[in-house]
């Protein structure tokens, strides 16, 4: 009974072996190939980096507020100001409506949008969504949180925005 398992032994251990030198290979290839992960199909995040961050943002105090010369002010403006500055990128802001702003997201004409966006919004049918990064109590005890809009499957950039406001907000 003892060689039995000995033998059971040994021949696991080999197929965890064999397994963890297939996974090692796989690693090895997908790095040689240039692959990076997450990726940004538009390449988002390396075109922002020391160029343009180019945000639509909507007017909603205390998220965004447009001073009286028209430049965006408020909380998640100053985020975005203090993100572009980590990736030494200049900001081109655009104000709009909602939904002229998610339809310039999906067509690649903006690669922000802010506008005090809630985790439940309509518009994550149509474009990607960071995590919560923050949450407040209104006056009347609900709870809201607070989400930044992105183009649809440019996973590098959020990935990178979502970092920023975890060590940003803490959230």
């Not at 001073?67 to 802001?93: H, K």
């Amino acid at each position: 009974m003892s060689d039995l398992y000995d033998g059971r032994a040994t021949v696991g251990l080999v197929k965890t072996l064999v397994r963890m030198m297939a996974a090692g290979v796989a690693a090895l290839a997908l790095t040689g190939c240039g692959m990076q992960i997450p990726a940004d199909p538009e390449g988002t995040l390396d075109r922002v980096e020391g160029g343009v961050l180019r945000v639509g943002v909507t007017e909603r105090e205390p998220w965004v507020d447009l001073d009286s010369q028209g430049e965006p002010a408020g909380t998640e403006a100053e985020l975005v100001t203090r993100f572009a500055e980590r990736l030494d990128a200049e900001i081109e802001w655009t104000t709009g409506s909602e939904a002229a702003l998610v339809q310039a997201l999906e067509g690649d004409q903006l690669d922000l949008v802010i506008g005090g966006f809630q985790h439940d919004t309509p518009w994550v049918q149509h474009v990607g969504v960071t995590r919560t990064y923050t949450e407040v109590e209104t006056a009347g005890g609900a709870k809201e949180q607070h989400v930044m809009l992105v183009p649809m499957g440019e996973n590098a950039f959020l990935v990178e925005l979502e970092t920023f406001l975890h060590e940003e907000v803490g959230r």
